[in-house]
């Protein structure tokens, strides 16, 4: 489409600009909320490199890529980063405690009214606390965004989510039992090894489709996205947490039931908004599921990513800590009554000419 075709005008267009501004102010309230909610608690900003060796090891992540060359002219590979966590942990490692950043971060095969190629991400670490703590942080946040925009409640495709209330808890295997009825963990061993079918024969027992080259984290991921993401925060916020190991690459396994993991999303409106670890500290453990995820990622889109082993050394000292990631621009837009995260952009990306 030409842009003598678009059917709107561009961003930059005063009058698209005037509409716009109310949301954009609004984000910058909220943002300087949050860095006083982090600084009172003796949090440092920090700022990462965007560019890194690699933009993270999930299988369905995709990401930019680059090279950067030397006086001669010799390349090597470069990527944006997807998110900021590698650099993040490095700084953990090195002795830091306390730790948040705003993150321009990217990503591809992503635009729509909650993606867009390149996003604000914010990602706060603290060692030595547990992931619980995240919890409440998660809740605070919400709050704290409205009572900024004068929001009394969030509002998105016909939901809506009271952000003064305390968010429901609620774990994966609960989720599918309640909206799917489907028993998640008689699919995963004791050992937290998944078996594809006999979760395939609980979705066909509550009539989904399964095909033949579905895999584990297939039918998984049909049920999270059609049966239980549709219902999560509305009315109050939702905190989905023990994730199967298996959905959580970069979370520790949890002390009580070690199929599941110490991994946590916190949903509003039935919008993803924060994901959040116990993070695995244990480097060799990581390095196996990064390769199970590039196995994955080339069976799906034949290509993969290399691994940091920067990151893999820097890990092995790390401390114990929690951390999670908060899609800023999603929480901007639910606190300031936008209905696309682009609204809430100062300079969205263009978009691409077919």
């Given at each position: 489409m030409t842009r003598s075709a678009a059917s709107t005008s561009p961003w930059w267009t005063k009058s698209v600009h005037a509409d716009r501004r109310p949301f954009l102010m609004g984000r910058n309230r909220v943002q300087t909320a949050l860095r006083q909610f982090f600084g009172g608690q003796d949090f440092l900003e920090v700022d990462t490199a965007t560019l890194q060796v690699s933009p993270g090891n999930e299988a369905h992540l995709h990401a930019f890529a680059t090279e950067a060359l030397t006086i001669d002219g010799k390349a090597s590979p470069l990527y944006l980063h997807t998110s900021p966590e590698f650099a993040a942990k490095k700084l953990l490692s090195a002795g830091e405690e306390r730790i948040f950043t705003f993150a321009h971060v990217y990503r591809n095969r992503e635009r729509g009214p909650l993606h867009h190629p390149e996003f604000t991400m914010l990602e706060w670490y603290r060692v030595g606390e547990s992931y619980e703590q995240l919890m409440a942080d998660c809740a605070d946040m919400l709050k704290l965004a409205a009572e900024t925009t004068g929001t009394k409640k969030f509002a998105f495709r016909g939901m809506e989510c009271d952000p003064f209330a305390e968010p429901e808890r609620v774990t994966l295997a609960e989720a599918f039992q309640r909206f799917a009825g489907i028993d998640l963990l008689s699919s995963i061993s004791a050992s937290g090894?998944?078996?594809?079918?006999t979760l395939a024969v609980e979705l066909l027992r509550v009539g989904l489709r399964v095909s033949n080259d579905d895999s584990w984290a297939d039918l998984f991921s049909k049920v999270l996205v059609e049966k239980i993401e549709p219902h999560l925060g509305n009315g109050r916020a939702t905190i989905l947490c023990e994730y199967p190991v298996s959905e959580a690459a970069l979370a520790r396994p949890s002390p009580r039931d070690p199929r599941v993991a110490e991994r946590f999303e916190l949903y509003a409106c039935g919008v993803e908004l924060a994901n959040a670890f116990g993070e695995l500290t244990d480097a060799g453990e990581q390095r196996r599921r990064f390769e199970i995820e590039m196995?994955?990622?080339?069976?799906?889109?034949?290509?993969?990513?290399?691994i940091d082993e920067d990151f893999l050394d820097a890990l092995a000292v790390m401390p114990d800590a929690s951390g999670a990631a908060l899609g800023f621009d999603r929480l901007a837009m639910l606190a300031t009554g936008a209905t696309r995260v682009d609204q809430v952009m100062w300079a969205p990306v263009a978009e691409t000419c077919s």
């Open positions: 090894e998944n078996h594809r079918d196995v994955e990622k080339a069976r799906i889109y034949g290509e993969t990513y290399p």
